[in-house]
């Protein structure tokens, strides 16, 4: 209760609730923890093997309260002062040139994080990654052992190599995106209209040709949304800076192996050149 007492006010999110960071690997987690020291959070040591547990039982027993490593997300998204902002456009193009990982899957977003913070933080889960530590304690819950490992790759929209990366985008994209989001925004108006005029209507009562609608506009916006992701990725393969950000996320994580660490080694040679 007292240290309770001593983090909420500068620990409690926009919604109320008390976030208490923690580490379970000081060394491993070293960046993370002084990024969170130097925005005044405080972060606990939890390196025992009965911890998960532990924080499981207190969030059931402490009300608004809640438990995050410090490296599960960004601080921005693990305490939440303000809504996180996305980039669309951004997020496509690092999406379309991310290495495949072996048993590991990557959701990009993009956040916010200040100038001085790293253009691209790699984070985990905190519920997969508790999950999984109490596999390795509990053999009935090897089903979580076995799912890939899920992470979000964060670009942070401040950092100046970002946004030289989001400049170039937008001068080398307009012209194409401009007809596809054009058509994008009436296909969706569209679909808004049908999906309302439906709403009240039981599914035995909508006609074959109502059904037909509603797919035929699914599916033209399908087809603009693989444009669109066409048009982002033959950026992102025109963009070094764009991979070697990604690698070296990924390699600061220890997720950067065999060909991807090739490719990672052969580009720094190239941009050192």
């Not at 290495?99 to 984070?123: D, I, R």
């Not at 799912?147 to 950092?159: E, G, R």
Request: charged letters at 30%.
């Amino acid at each position: 209760e007292e240290y309770r007492e001593a983090v909420k006010e500068n620990q409690t999110d926009k919604d109320g609730r008390l976030v208490c960071l923690y580490t379970s690997d000081p060394e491993a987690q070293y960046a993370y923890v002084e990024a969170a020291k130097a925005k005044g959070y405080n972060v606990l040591l939890l390196d025992g093997q009965l911890d998960a547990p532990l924080l499981n039982m207190l969030e059931q027993k402490w009300e608004k309260t809640s438990f995050a490593r410090v490296d599960g997300d960004t601080l921005e998204n693990l305490i939440r002062k303000a809504d996180k902002q996305l980039r669309e456009n951004l997020s496509g193009v690092f999406t379309a040139v991310l290495p495949k990982v072996e048993k590991a899957q990557f959701h990009v977003e993009a956040s916010a994080l200040g100038a001085t913070s790293a253009p691209v933080l790699v984070t985990q889960s905190e519920y997969m990654r508790r999950m999984k530590e109490q596999a390795r304690l509990q053999p009935g819950m090897s089903f979580y052992g076995e799912l890939p490992d899920a992470y979000s790759l964060v670009l942070n929209t401040d950092h100046p190599l970002v946004r030289s990366v989001n400049d170039g985008l937008n001068a080398a994209t307009a012209e194409r995106l401009a007809p596809i989001d054009a058509e994008l925004r009436g296909l969706r108006a569209r679909l808004q209209a049908i999906e309302t005029a439906q709403q009240h209507t039981k599914p035995e009562d909508v006609t074959e040709e109502e059904k037909n609608e509603l797919k035929q506009v699914n599916d033209q916006i399908a087809e603009q949304n693989t444009q669109r992701e066409a048009v982002l990725a033959d950026y992102a393969r025109t963009n070094q800076i764009v991979p070697q950000l990604i690698d070296l996320a990924l390699l600061q994580n220890g997720l950067l192996r065999g060909e991807a660490l090739n490719a990672f080694v052969k580009r720094s040679v190239d941009l050192i050149k």
